[in-house]
């Protein structure tokens, strides 16, 4: 028998040169996104002052299965992929589980996660469009720094609004973005209306995403020949991130190993529906069988505690609304939520799939996922994400499950990107002063009472 | 013609099975290096309370050509290990020139750099003789980091002294440090005597390296099952570190490549020598020719001004001396240095290589380097380290050369780590702020005034 090695790289010849669209092969396809103003189904038209135009044929398309690569793109991926299909032959031996576990890894990249991915691709088709720039909003600021590495390479400006709380309290993310060029505006600011507005309502706030992603859709619009792009929970972010699934699929299947359990954190959505797409097309297709678990935080349920239902997915409901597992779009976790995955909504994609019985979900408390990523980082010798590392905790789990029964269940999870801006979490942690919280049912039901009335 | 690919990766079967000791091949070997209390050749003896014995012999050793791996330290380096050989194909265009560029990355591990290749091989050492632990100086917190992933990785206890204010004012090593399980004290502390009357000498101190190494060592001595472990500088680390040349020779190989210069940043000269030592073997052997370039900071340019003399290797004066180009230990880069390689001296190793004629040296301005590290992270994609930055600084330089004279010369140089942790560095910076300086003449004579007198 082959002996599998510690990481599987592919070749580049082996690289996928076209994305999957896993609503091809979806019988019940995702609703279709409405109109913010007028709550019918969207037009390219009406999309058009918002998004890029290629971008939005992608989004709206829900029955072409694979869409080429363009070779630009494929060309900047060979710049951080393929990535590592990992054998934690350490981690199964500090578990001593029968259980064989399997991670892709998609932090080997400057953005330290997946997000370049769809970045890059976001970045040229507005390039190809003849635009000056794109507008987007960042918290923390992954999906931020992906996208100004992305236009820093095609030349494209990129405007980042901040959330202003991050900008001062975590500057080193925003000296990333700058050192490639971007311009980072802590959020609410004066250069917009709405930023304006909103300061002369709450003088001192500190900001919040919605806010931010408000800022960002007024100076996409309102600039000459900017769009707006959004890192995560769209369908075509879903579409560029399959990359990572069907690496996974070609590496799995160059040494013929199976698996039986996909695992992926998930806050938009995007890794996770990125990661197990190919492998859920075989499903959809009745080729093969396979159980997904989508894991997300207890202080987030919205797989877990939330109702599949048309929502904003922005609080400033600027954006289309979408047909999803929400939270309501006011939600906000816990102050002491540090573990990421702070979205209040689902991938309409993967909504869909949860909603056909397709998919699984967990939710995990944050101190069971420092734990665990704790508990990689020592042996597997990568510090991981805090969002990463809900796939880990619950990797970890049923792998210790199988050391139970006594199978030897083949698991492959997301390793979606690393922690060294997330040592803050770290240090709570370390000092024990790391807590857990669990939103109560009267929370979610008042916040879930705010949702828009559309059948 | 075979097409290169952008990144070329070893095969784990093809990784170094033995490190390469230059030393053997070297007409003209090392001076011997003296004991600080009685200034004669260091014995084994003298050595044991310090440093583990396995270490000590590697140290000493300078005939052996080849040693083994150990075959755990083997199976850590597939961890994340091979590294990748890139070649720099945006970075080429960007130049417009007609040289080939290559950088070899160990960038990818959570240390961030290279440090990990010695840290896991002296950890190992030391679990082997049965030591509760080791303990170790640090600056900024690479060394630091990499040394607590080996100890987590073997379970040996690792106390890191770290300069004051890196402690204070760089916390996030700190604490990927002590999610490794280490025991991170800020030096100079209350735990030793060395640290101790020091703090009642200068109250108000925030530390310097020196003070750091003096502690550690203090440390080492007087806990029963401790040894000090250090990771630079000394010939043992130049031999762990000779799986970098191993592996960059064998990918060229791979592809019928011949540089005809290799360049590295040089500090202590742990990464410089790693990476030339298998080439720097056949130029001493006479059977190939290549241009060796060590890249140090205009700011402490101890090759290119210092003098080649006997110095001790810390400000403390508690290790050994070494023959080496030094500008004495007593020498500190002005404070506007913010580009790391502060060591006031040089393996003993290059430093006789580069007094045989075999090796050249350059020193660059650190806002010159800067603008090359922002450069390489635009087009090539990874954020790289200051230090790393130093050998991007004299390859863009020699590919603007070769850009001039319509030479395609062959460039591979070292990229020793991520600058992840230096974002404050970058900050000045992208501020305008950054500024430059080089040591007067005057300043340089001052130090070197106090070498210690020795023939």
């Given at each position: 028998m082959t002996k599998i090695p510690y990481k599987i790289y592919l070749e580049e010849k082996e690289m996928p040169k076209q994305w999957y669209n896993v609503r091809a092969d979806m019988?019940?396809?995702p609703a279709p996104i409405l109109?913010?103003?007028?709550?019918k189904p969207v037009t390219k038209e009406d999309l058009k002052p918002v998004f890029c135009d290629e971008l939005i044929d992608q989004e709206l398309?829900?029955?072409?299965p694979y869409i080429d690569i363009p070779e630009e793109i494929h060309t900047f991926y060979k710049m951080y992929r393929p990535s590592p299909l990992v054998r934690a032959y350490f981690l199964e031996k500090a578990l001593d589980t029968p259980a064989k576990i399997y991670y892709k890894f998609e932090g080997n990249n400057t953005s330290g996660s997946h997000k370049l991915n769809s970045a890059i691709a976001q970045a040229y088709y507005a390039k190809q469009q003849g635009l000056k720039g794109v507008t987007t909003e960042t918290g923390a600021g992954q999906w931020g720094t992906a996208l100004s590495m992305a236009c820093s390479f095609f030349g494209l400006d990129c405007k980042v609004y901040m959330v202003k709380v991050s900008y001062e309290q975590k500057p080193f993310r925003r000296e990333v973005m700058r050192t490639y060029g971007a311009d980072v505006t802590p959020s609410p600011?004066?250069?917009t209306q709405v930023g304006i507005k909103i300061l002369e309502e709450f003088p001192g706030t500190t900001g919040s995403l919605g806010c931010a992603i408000s800022e960002a859709v007024e100076a996409a619009v309102t600039n000459e020949g900017y769009r707006y792009v959004l890192g995560s929970v769209l369908s075509q972010v879903l579409l560029h991130q399959s990359v990572i699934g069907l690496e996974t699929k070609t590496a799995l299947d160059k040494y013929g190993i199976v698996p039986d359990i996909i695992i992926g954190c998930a806050g938009g959505g995007s890794n996770l529906g990125g990661l197990i797409s190919p492998f859920m097309g075989e499903k959809l297709r009745g080729e093969r069988d396979y159980r997904f678990i989508a894991v997300e935080p207890a202080s987030c349920p919205s797989l877990t505690r939330g109702k599949y239902a048309y929502d904003y997915c922005d609080t400033g409901k600027v954006c289309p609304l979408q047909k999803m597992y929400t939270l309501g779009s006011g939600f906000m976790p816990s102050a002491?939520?540090?573990?990421?995955?702070?979205?209040h909504g689902m991938s309409s994609i993967l909504s869909q799939l949860y909603a056909d019985g397709l998919m699984e979900a967990v939710s995990v408390e944050q101190t069971a996922v420092f734990e665990a990523a704790q508990k990689f980082a020592r042996v597997e010798g990568i510090l991981p994400a805090p969002e990463s590392s809900h796939a880990i905790r619950a990797a970890i789990d049923e792998a210790l499950k199988c050391k139970e029964t006594g199978e030897a269940k083949t698991i492959v999870f997301g390793l979606?990107?690393?922690g060294y801006f997330d040592m803050t979490a770290y240090q709570k942690f370390n000092d024990h002063e790391m807590t857990d919280y669990i939103p109560s049912d009267a929370d979610i039901e008042k916040s879930l009472s705010k949702l828009p009335k559309i059948d």
């Open positions: 019988k019940n396809k109109n913010p103003a007028t709550l398309d829900d029955t072409t600011s004066d250069t002491n939520h540090a573990g990421g995955l702070r979205y979606t990107g690393t």
